[in-house]
């Protein structure tokens, strides 16, 4: 078959220009009260719903939701069963995705999920971030090719310590949310180099970004950048 635009599924992130929605509104930890809290979900899910719906008429097959869909979703101030109470709205706008064909995931921010670090509280608060974002996924119905995407964490005290607490925290990580996973590289700490070989041996997929501008350039010889740049309409930059 020959190569061209319709053998990729193309999408993007979080915000959806068109339509000047983006289905992360939040607040302040301060100002998180389980009323607002409950009027911000609401907001969110109904804003994810019309993002969905343009994906669904636009041929749109790729989204990542943001990952305050859900505000302090993983955090201790958040204590509303929002799983049980919008398990409705979820099971909608998974219908919504899985009949369009559309591949949803998620990205904490680097903050929220640190694999690498050596504080034992960081280490609880990345996994409360990474299992809200798998269920966030489950909720939706997504099947296993729906991931939360995450990069490493920091590099300290050295990049092999920190490489080595990383594997220590995916070994003791329950296989369910091990598999929701996907460990990509970033664009100021680990370089695609680097992370390349690392996810397979650890029983998770990785992900490169290599056709955005980044100080930590791809493997030698990769031909994704210049595959899609050759792809790429002009003024777009793909990530």
Same mark, same amino acid.
């Given at each position: ?46 804003e ?10 636009h ?14 979703g993983?955090?201790? /101030?958040?204590? =509303? ?5 919008? +398990? &409705?709205?979820?099971?909608? @706008? $998974?219908?919504? !995705? ?20 050596v ?9 409360a971030?990474l299992?809200?974002?798998?269920? /966030?996924?489950? =909720? ?5 090719? +729906? &991931?939360?995407?995450?990069? @490493? $964490?920091?590099? !300290?005290p ?9 594997r ?26 680097? /992370? ?33 740049a ?8 793909w990530?």
């Amino acid at each position: 078959m020959k190569e061209g635009l319709s053998s990729y599924r193309l999408g993007y992130v979080a915000n959806c220009l068109s339509l000047g929605l983006g289905a992360s509104h939040t607040c302040r930890l301060a100002g998180a009260t389980p009323q607002r809290l409950e009027e911000l979900i609401a907001l969110n899910l109904s804003e994810l719903e019309q993002i969905l719906l343009f994906n669904e008429a636009h041929g749109i097959e790729l989204f990542r939701i943001g990952s305050s869909l859900i505000p302090f979703g993983s955090h201790p /101030v958040n204590t =509303l069963p929002w799983w049980k109470k919008w +398990a &409705r709205d979820f099971d909608r @706008l $998974g219908h919504i !995705a899985r009949r369009s064909r559309q591949r949803l995931s998620l990205h904490p921010s680097p903050a929220a999920a640190s694999l690498t670090s050596v504080h034992q509280r960081v280490r609880d608060a990345a996994i409360a971030e990474l299992r809200y974002g798998a269920r /966030v996924l489950d =909720l939706l119905g997504q099947g296993p090719e +729906a &991931r939360v995407v995450l990069h @490493l $964490g920091g590099a !300290a005290p050295s990049r092999p310590e920190a490489l080595d607490n990383a594997r220590r925290m995916l070994d003791a990580m329950p296989e369910e949310l091990r598999n929701r996973l996907v460990i990509e590289h970033d664009d100021k700490i680990w370089s695609a180099r680097e /992370v390349a070989p690392w996810p397979g041996s650890m029983g998770c997929p990785g992900s490169r970004t290599t056709c955005t501008t980044s100080s930590s350039p791809p493997p030698p010889r990769c031909r994704w950048r210049s595959c899609c740049a050759s792809r790429r309409p002009r003024g777009a930059r793909w990530t």
